[in-house]
């Protein structure tokens, strides 16, 4: 695993390296190294039309190479639009379809409309005020969400497939993966929801632990993505929690909120509108929990890389090269912790919307 993560890392360090010297041989055009830096990060942790990689410039020529593999974009204005990300050339240039223009913000990888020139408007507040057309193209994020998807279904379905053809007997990479299952069933989900219900919910959390373990593990890879870093992606999967809790409720669990049992009128009235509360502040717990730490995973790993490029130093470099590496080590446990909190939590709604307060007594 630390061959992996070193592979990981240093591809990191080559991507970001070859940025910094490619800014540098501009410096007429580009900032500082720590203005760099920061763009770099901040470019990094949004999401964009292609999986980029690193670039570099010809000495003699001049021209800036980038290393990317580019992916679909599908506009709507006035009819759909298609063509690849890459025409774009990274915002450089204006990409001309049945007589509209279009040109790509690079510092916020949105799409506008344009004219012929490329001419973006920006307000004294720094707001873009160029129209933008409708946009339902295939960004890194939706792409890597996909794979997930059609990676975890095939991993699955061969293992139920195994348990059929060999009398409930894994094989293969089924059998990594069958400690884990039987780990969120027995000690995720049977103590939280209860031996009667909790196979309800089963396929929820097991899809919800591994979608998140998965994208967070491709957050460390060379790719580039920041999926669960996407707080649009967070709001999604609470809200998937949250609807699932709250329409699989029965009346005990309302009867809980808006009128607790054994408690005096007054502090009825005054519980009621915080339980009330309690509802939507859960879900949003789930969802800044992950969105949060994943997030300021990917700062601090760029920052301390980027920290290499700064010290220029032997003992500067070093301590923040093996920092990186710590912290980069880190993130695999973390991915793994906010995949398992995330479905740990989730269990414990479910367990509290289905619980039977009159067969407790």
């Not at 290393?67 to 009819?79: A, C, Q, R, S, T």
């Not at 920006?122 to 295939?138: A, M, R, T, Y």
């Not at 730490?293 to 003992?315: D, E, P």
């Amino acid at each position: 695993m630390k061959h992996v993560k070193f592979f990981i890392l240093f591809f990191a360090l080559f991507s970001l390296s070859s940025h910094a010297i490619d800014e540098d041989k501009n410096p007429e055009e580009k900032g500082d190294i720590k203005s760099e830096i920061k763009k770099y990060i901040k470019h990094h942790l949004k999401d964009s039309h292609s999986f980029y990689l690193t670039s570099f410039t010809n000495d003699e020529t001049g021209k800036k190479t980038y290393i990317e593999l580019p992916m679909p974009v599908i506009l709507y204005d006035n009819g759909f639009k298609f063509f690849m990300s890459s025409d774009f050339k990274h915002g450089k240039k204006v990409v001309v379809d049945n007589e509209s223009f279009y040109r790509m913000n690079y510092d916020n990888n949105k799409i506008y409309k344009t004219d012929s020139q490329g001419t973006i408007n920006i307000s004294d507040e720094g707001k873009v005020l160029n129209e933008k057309p409708l946009d339902f193209s295939i960004t890194k994020n939706i792409a890597t969400i996909l794979l997930v998807s059609v990676l975890m279904f095939f991993l699955f379905t061969s293992l139920a497939k195994s348990y059929k053809t060999n009398n409930g007997v894994s094989k293969g990479i089924g059998r990594f993966f069958e400690p884990i299952i039987l780990y969120i069933r027995d000690d995720i989900a049977i103590p939280n929801i209860g031996l009667k219900k909790y196979k309800n919910y089963m396929s929820f959390l097991l899809t919800v632990f591994f979608f998140v373990w998965f994208l967070n593990m491709l957050g460390l890879t060379p790719l580039g993505v920041n999926v669960t870093g996407n707080i649009a992606v967070t709001f999604s999967l609470a809200l998937l929690t949250f609807l699932i809790t709250n329409l699989t409720a029965n009346k005990n669990y309302w009867g809980h909120i808006f009128w607790m049992p054994g408690v005096p009128v007054l502090i009825k009235i005054v519980l009621a509108p915080i339980e009330f509360l309690g509802v939507f502040i859960k879900p949003f717990s789930l969802l800044i929990r992950l969105y949060a730490n994943i997030q300021a995973g990917h700062i601090v790993l760029y920052s301390l890389i980027g920290l290499m490029f700064i010290f220029k130093a032997w003992i500067g470099s070093s301590l923040s090269f093996f920092l990186a590496f710590f912290i980069a080590i880190i993130e695999i446990l973390v991915a793994l912790l906010q995949a398992y909190i995330f479905t740990m939590l989730s269990a414990l709604y479910f367990g509290f919307a289905v619980e039977d307060h009159s067969e407790a007594h």
